[in-house]
């Protein structure tokens, strides 16, 4: 049985930094290809954060966290990561990691995915 599970979220003041992670379960993590991070904030839909291949390649990333935010994985660890660095009000929401095999990664914005986990909460205050 496939499982995700976030961690790491919390209420941060703005500039501060926060680091996700998501473990991964159940499965032979690299025959996911894609290991993405999406956000959804209330009132709004979900959008992608950031995406990497599970075996490696340039990481993907939404203008919006450009510069700020990167994501990683540990293979031997089944984990991915999001160091979220220089944090501001409108990166509020629940973060979710989600596990796919498409490819390319989330191409075209394309915010479904196969697996995803239960989300972390991420606020940060002005």
């Known amino acids: 049985q496939v499982q995700l599970v976030e961690s790491g979220g919390g209420s941060v003041q703005a500039g501060g930094s926060l680091r996700l992670s998501c473990a991964a379960s159940?499965?032979?993590?690299?025959?996911?290809?894609?290991m993405g991070w999406f956000r959804q904030a209330p009132g709004k839909e979900r959008e992608g954060v950031a995406a990497i291949y599970t075996g490696g390649g340039k990481p993907i990333y939404a203008d919006s966290v450009k510069g700020r935010f990167t994501i990683s994985q540990d293979n031997a660890k089944n984990t991915v990561y999001l160091q979220m660095n220089s944090l501001k009000p409108e990166d509020t929401a629940m973060y979710y990691c989600?596990?796919?095999?498409?490819?390319?990664?989330?191409?075209?914005?394309?915010?479904?995915?196969?697996?995803w986990g239960q989300g972390t909460q991420v606020t940060v205050s002005s």
């Open positions: 159940g499965y032979t993590y690299s025959s996911s290809n894609c």
């Open positions: 989600a596990a796919d095999r498409r490819i390319p990664c989330f191409a075209g914005g394309r915010t479904d995915a196969s697996n």
